[in-house]
């Protein structure tokens, strides 16, 4: 059974950082692109950032750029999202995703295999 497990979710004030994994099980994902993205409450999915399979190639939401980086570990099957600089605005479930392709992809539907996805808040 595939499974994606994100972890490090929390409350933290604005400003603050937390660093989010999500470790994956019943196959690698070496071969895989990786993404992480985020919904927040009435909102749709939105995509946050994402890293091709050797971590060579990297892309962010403008929203993000310069203070949350993404970062693989394909010998522990896990991916990272570092967020640092956090605001009220990230708020959100924060979920990890495999993509079909090696690629560092921005758009939901390359993505098959989920995770469950960890919240995130952000105290003003």
């Known amino acids: 059974q595939v499974q994606l497990v994100e972890s490090g979710g929390g409350l933290v004030q604005a400003g603050g950082s937390l660093r989010l994994s999500c470790a994956a099980s019943g196959r690698t994902f070496s071969s895989n692109g990786m993404g992480w993205f985020r919904q927040a409450p009435g909102k749709e999915r939105e995509f946050v950032a994402t890293i091709s399979w050797n971590g060579g190639i990297t892309h962010y939401a403008d929203s993000v750029k310069g203070r949350f980086t993404i970062s693989r570990d394909n010998a522990k099957n896990t991916v990272y999202l570092q967020m640092n600089s956090l605001k009220p605005e990230d708020t959100a479930v924060y979920y990890c995703?495999?993509?079909?392709?090696?690629?560092?992809?921005?758009?939901?539907?390359?993505?098959?295999?989920w995770g469950q996805g960890t919240q995130v808040t952000v105290s003003s």
């Open positions: 995703a495999a993509g079909k392709t090696g690629w560092a992809n921005k758009n939901v539907i390359q993505y098959d295999y």
